[in-house]
């Protein structure tokens, strides 16, 4: 079992920049894969970018790619997203989430979510 814990959230301007982090909990972590997911009042939730367990791949939402980075630091057991050119459409609650399955929505462990709005 894992517990995450995100931080990094706020308000920001459209164009800049936030980075979110995610430390995890217990002595598995690099044994899960990783994903930051979001959802927007009245919106269904989005995965926008997952890590594999090792580092080496990536998936991004079209939505985000080009714009957005995820990285993992096994060693701290924490995770980020780097989000740079912030759009008024990137505000939401976003979550952290171990073992994410990124068509289904879910995932097997969550953490309590950080809201980012962007104005515009």
């Known amino acids: 079992q894992v517990q995450l814990v995100e931080s990094g959230g706020g308000l920001v301007q459209a164009g800049g920049s936030l980075r979110l982090s995610c430390a995890a909990s217990?002595?598995?972590?690099?044994?899960?894969?990783m994903g930051w997911f979001r959802q927007a009042p009245g919106k269904e939730r989005e995965c926008v970018a997952t890590?594999?367990?090792?580092?080496?791949?990536?998936y991004y939402a079209d939505s985000v790619k080009g714009r957005f980075s995820i990285s993992r630091d096994n060693a701290k057991n924490t995770v980020a997203l780097q989000m740079n050119a912030l759009k008024p459409e990137d505000t939401a609650v976003y979550y952290c989430a171990a073992n994410p399955k990124v068509f289904a929505r879910a995932a097997d462990y969550w953490g309590q979510g950080t809201q980012v709005t962007v104005s515009s």
């Open positions: 890590i594999g367990r090792s580092g080496g791949v990536t």
């Open positions: 217990g002595r598995t972590f690099s044994s899960y894969a």
